[in-house]
């Protein structure tokens, strides 16, 4: 843990500063004790950002002295403000019972927990925003408990005035705010309700009833919060229709379909939870929850009248912790959880894989080496030019066909005439072939094979550029993937990948030295190269993926 | 490939030069020793000279001062040989007057080899082109000359472009935008073009020309973008903690549809 730095504590004379208990988005947060009263407090430094930007440091002041102002059970009281050489720190009680979000993660919440506490968060930001202050960051983390129990709202690092009809963009063009909790008009920077508190209160009930967000969490803060704006929430499975349906209208797209404020929201929880759970749960669910007259009042009365048996909701609702934590990175390697390897089964070997691929790559390397010599004539002619080739006499009619490993590059028809039969071919066959290629003169005679050998050099072809490129590209894209898998970014789906690439890989190592030493590239040949380097890529992105599993356990075990 | 072929075919066809050209009623006739310049190629030997004769015919009705004739090659919009002879003549209107000289074509194999587009030109004393013909040169220069050294050149920086680019897909470092890894493979595939069309032109296969150029370098520039696009994303998004307050940006300007 560090310690504060030396300007905190010159800040703060009257505190002894501790260690560091905290650490976010928005600021670190250190233990310390008023040393007068012998009061323990946390103290929370505005994180630079804001701190530069002078009219958000202007801003805290002035929030800072409302939210002192602010005495309710369900938030946490600021102490003290304290703004001295460029410093902005925040003294609050110091709450030892955890947040929201580490119970939830570490045991869970039954649904009838899960409301109470929901009780308990919206009767603090209805009392906030009756001192005219908007929360704004709304989310399980910034709900602490106390040791006893009791749940407070924290963190009004980021709040603003209500009565300003202020928006919370910053002059950058950006918004502050917790990506899976933003309400849409907050990602928009228009001004803010009540109702953008209300976004993020059903946002972490649906969270808490559910285990999983409304939203996908994936590709990136700027994805997520599009998906706010443009997207429609997931609808609320498995939980009791009546939470289900205050939950979901809580994170309606449009302010104006929300609730009104925190107070009504409450209401209507407290009324839904009374027809789930039966009129007396707030009593025996236990959790400290002080409510407002009206809410205290639907608590116990069904908003139906009727009651869902209760036996059925006492399973308690954890955090999977999958979209909560982000991937560990040392340098380039991502560090897994131990307890994934040590659970797990034992990474398996990696050496016969890297065999194999070693062995079948050197197959593919002198398979197009080792290939017999074809032994029907060579008909080395200009393609840029009519093709001329002698036939038997009584021949009338010719074809002539040209095909390099299998596909077909070209067939005309020729002008047979003097014991002669003159093909014109198609001025593209020119640029493909490179090499040598397979032909075909087909009469009404017979069929005669050659070896068609312009004399161009062999690499001014398609087939001379584009099996050097495809050699190339291949191999590199190959080792992309290698890469990721060695780096434990990617599992199945780049040894799947790897395998198509090996079978262009394969073709390229085939099809470049034929062009070169113009030998005719052979169907079965390609294939078989194919199939040979998709064999060595699959074994090598096997043994790359098992020989990163063993160095993580490794690693895991020192 | 039926698609590349008739871009290959149109870019060889469209290629064929006019061997005689006639400006303002004024045409020329050449030939170099002894042959007549046409659309074929032109033998020049840089180790030793060459008999060049010129007939002008003046179709017009006024005197032209022929003052100097220059032979000069170009490829990809750029002179790699220029030889000015000053030889004065007058051609009365209405006639045609015939002048011969021997070009020294010593300095030629120092600047340029294989085939390029040639013109054999005579201008007046403002050096303005009174007429000219065209034909395809067939340099039997060295491979350092001017002209190869250029294509080596081109080849070099276009090794770099391809090593360059395949490199940064090999260590995932493309772009995470699939259009900009695709845009990262574009010089590559230019480069690949002007490679084949100087090489053509060097191996003696085909003189540059821009309708033969053009389909060259968008089919391998094409073809480069097509691999470009193919890349795989560098590295998974930066990870992402749902849970954390940020700084973002704003996916739309306020007012926008919430």
């Keep these: 843990m560090k310690a504060p730095s030396p300007s905190v504590v010159a800040a703060l004379p009257q505190y002894d500063l501790g260690a560091q208990i905290g650490h976010g988005g928005m600021g670190v947060v250190y233990s310390a004790v008023h040393r007068p009263l012998g009061r323990p407090v946390a103290i929370k430094r505005l994180p630079g950002i804001l701190a530069e930007d002078r009219r958000m440091s202007e801003r805290f002041e002035h929030e800072a002295r409302l939210l002192a102002r602010l005495d309710h059970p369900h938030i946490v009281p600021v102490y003290d403000y304290v703004q001295n050489n460029g410093e902005h720190l925040l003294v609050m009680e110091k709450l030892d019972g955890g947040t929201v979000w580490s119970r939830f993660t570490e045991v869970g919440f039954t649904p009838a927990q899960t409301c109470a506490l929901g009780l308990a968060m919206l009767s603090g930001l209805h009392a906030a925003h009756g001192a005219g202050v908007l929360h704004l960051d709304v989310k399980p983390k910034n709900l602490l408990f106390t040791a006893g129990g009791v749940l407070k709202v924290a963190d009004f690092g980021i709040s603003q005035v209500v009565s300003e009809g202020a928006t919370l963009m910053t002059h950058g063009g950006q918004v502050l705010g917790t990506p899976a909790y933003l309400s849409p008009e907050q990602a928009l920077g228009n001004p803010l309700s009540p109702a953008a508190d209300v976004y993020g209160a059903a946002t972490v009930l649906y969270e808490l009833l559910s285990g999983r967000l409304p939203f996908d969490s994936g590709g990136g803060p700027l994805a997520m919060i599009q998906r706010h704006v443009h997207q429609e929430p997931r609808p609320l499975t498995d939980v009791p229709a009546p939470l289900a349906r205050v939950v979901m209208r809580g994170v309606e797209r449009e302010p104006v379909r929300r609730y009104r404020n925190a107070e009504t929201f409450a209401i209507d929880l407290a009324g839904a939870a009374a027809e789930v759970f039966g009129a007396d749960w707030l009593m025996r669910v236990g959790t400290p929850v002080h409510l407002s007259p009206q809410v205290a009042a639907a608590s116990s009365r069904p908003a139906t009248g009727s009651v869902i048996p209760r036996e059925t909701l006492n399973i308690p609702v954890r955090g999977t912790m999958v979209e909560a934590t982000p991937p560990v990175r040392l340098g380039q390697q991502t560090l897994v959880p131990a307890r994934d390897l040590i659970d797990g089964q034992e990474p398996r070997p990696a050496r016969w894989f890297g065999l194999a691929a070693a062995l079948l790559a050197a197959v593919m390397v002198a398979l197009p080496f080792s290939l017999p010599a074809s032994d029907v004539p060579v008909l080395a002619v200009d393609l840029s030019k009519p093709v001329v080739v002698p036939v038997a006499d009584g021949v009338t009619s010719a074809e002539f066909d040209i095909w390099a490993a299998g596909f077909s590059v070209a067939r005309t028809a020729g002008v047979v005439a003097d014991g002669r039969a003159t093909f014109e071919l198609p001025g593209a066959a020119r640029w493909v072939v490179g090499g040598a290629v397979d032909a075909a003169v087909t009469t009404n005679t017979g069929v005669t094979e050659y070896s068609l050998q312009p004399p161009q050099n062999p690499m001014i072809s398609i087939m001379g550029v584009g099996s050097g490129v495809l050699l190339l590209f291949t191999f590199a894209y190959l080792e992309s993937l290698l890469r990721s898998l060695r780096r434990r970014q990617s599992g199945t789906a780049a040894v799947v990948a790897s395998a198509p690439l090996g079978f262009g890989l394969g073709v390229a190592v085939l099809v470049l030295p034929s062009v070169l030493l113009r030998v005719a590239p052979g169907l079965w040949p390609a294939v078989a190269c194919g199939v040979l380097g998709a064999s060595a890529a699959v074994c090598t992105a096997v043994a790359t993926r098992r020989a990163a599993a063993s160095r993580a356990s490794a690693a895991a075990g020192t | ?258």
């Excluded at chain 2, 391998?220 to 691999?227: I, K």
């Design chain 2, 1 to 258: 490939m039926s698609g590349v072929g008739l871009l290959l075919l149109c870019g060889m066809l469209l290629g064929v030069s006019p061997a005689v050209a006639a400006v303002g009623g004024v045409s020329i006739n050449a030939t170099v020793d002894g042959k007549p310049v046409t659309g074929d190629e032109l033998l020049l030997d840089p180790s030793g000279s060459a008999r060049i004769s010129l007939t002008i015919h003046n179709g017009t009705d006024r005197v032209l001062h022929v003052k100097t004739v220059r032979l000069s090659g170009t490829a990809l919009a750029l002179t790699f040989f220029s030889y000015d002879t000053t030889l004065p003549f007058d051609v009365p209107g209405g006639e045609s007057v015939t002048r011969g000289f021997v070009l020294d074509l010593d300095q030629l194999g120092s600047q340029a080899t294989g085939l390029l587009p040639t013109e054999l030109a005579v201008l007046d004393a403002s050096r303005d082109v009174i007429a000219g013909v065209e034909t395809t040169g067939d340099v039997r220069g060295s491979v350092w000359s001017v002209y190869g050294i250029f294509g080596l050149a081109v080849l070099l920086l276009t090794a770099l472009a391809w090593a360059g680019a395949l490199f940064a897909l090999a260590r995932r470092r493309l772009p995470a935008n699939r259009w900009q890894r695709a845009m990262q493979f574009l010089p590559a595939g230019i480069g690949t073009g002007l490679v084949a069309v100087i090489s053509l032109s060097v191996l003696g296969v085909m003189a540059p020309s821009p309708a033969a150029e053009i389909p060259f370098i968008v089919v391998a520039a094409a073809a480069a973008l097509l691999l470009g696009y193919l890349t795989p994303h560098p590295a998974p998004a930066a990870p992402v903690d749902p849970e954390a307050t940020q700084r973002l940006t704003r996916p739309l300007p306020p007012g926008g549809a919430a």
